[in-house]
């Protein structure tokens, strides 16, 4: 690929149709293109037969489908798949798929590593090196329903049905690639995923929680995993910037954009930490009466780090008191841990470029 040869994985419409209009071209052949793309699968500009020629010969002097290298694929016994992504210089981030009876859901990454350093979880262990471009979001997607069968259970037309920010990285900490990327997914020239079926999961960038409502009002899922500002400052460093009660503020906004739509709270049970029946009550206080439901999520480990899961019964002690508080409350199925796929065990390969400048500055504000 010569320096100047553009992309048009992830690009959206307007801009593939823009650089249409440039190369002298009707914009509507954009659509024809982003067809062949995601909904066949084909990245050779010769095998999209509708195109002219002089089209095809002018894409292939000045643009190409560029997908990253597919480094690996693990198959769990329980049918979850992941895959490693090539994503330069030595390093990989990690898409899972989780086949379910009645949905597929991808769960993908956003970036290579992640800044924001929540003490439970392996991303965050390995520090941050860079954002995704909006085609190597695009592309796990891409990359799933090329690899995977379409469901025969349904009419679905793709392996993937439902797509969740819940790999590596702070989605609304790369703004600018991630919604573009959830474009293409719900683009009916793409895959068509309907915005209730596209979550973006956040540790709580405020700001952009606010813009994500106003410009692209997908599902939205909160890494809350405290009930209160001292315990969460420990678990969710970006809780001393954006504490509980702005969280929620704007979470209850996000909701009234979307019609009081229910938010999502993910709670990692962390044994001896977070899951005695006060944090539960103390968690109902919070969300009592508001549009929210509670996903508890058992802690997965991995190496390096000293917390446990809470055992099976306090898990269920804790989502019963959640229960009888009447709000809505569910735990999640662990799936693929026989091949790491776990939330938070997502690791792919990842050189830190900024942990320690961060840390730096973590100890600064820690003693402020
Ligand atoms: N950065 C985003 C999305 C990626 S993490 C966020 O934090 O929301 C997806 C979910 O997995 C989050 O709720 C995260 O807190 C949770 N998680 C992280 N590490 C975990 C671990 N070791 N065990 C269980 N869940 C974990
Ligand atoms: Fe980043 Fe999310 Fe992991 Fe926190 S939980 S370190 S925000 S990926």
Redesign the pocket.
Known sequence: MSIDTINLLGMPQSAVEALFTELGEKPFHARQLMRWVYQRGVTDFDDMTDLSKSLRHKLQERTCIGLPEVLSQHDSADGTVKWLFESGFGQAVEAVFIPEADRGTLCISSQVG?A?D?A???TGAQGFNRNLSAAEIVAQVWHANRVLPRRDNDDADFAVTNVV???M???LANYRNVVPAIEILISDLAYGISRRRVTV???GLVPNIDRLGDECNVSL?V?L?APNNDLRDELVPINKMHPIETLLEACWRYAEKRANRFITF?Y?MLDGINDSVRHADELNALLEGKPAKVNL?P??P?AGNDFARSPADAIMRFQNRLRQHGLVATTRKTRGEDIDAA???LAGKVSDRVRNRLSEKRRRMATV
Do not use: D, K, R
Request: glycine share 12%.
């Open positions: 992640c924001l929540c439970f979880c392996a920010f819940m790999g990285g702070e989605p999961s956040t540790s899922a890494s995993h993910e990692v999520i802690f997965n991995f939330c938070g065990q």
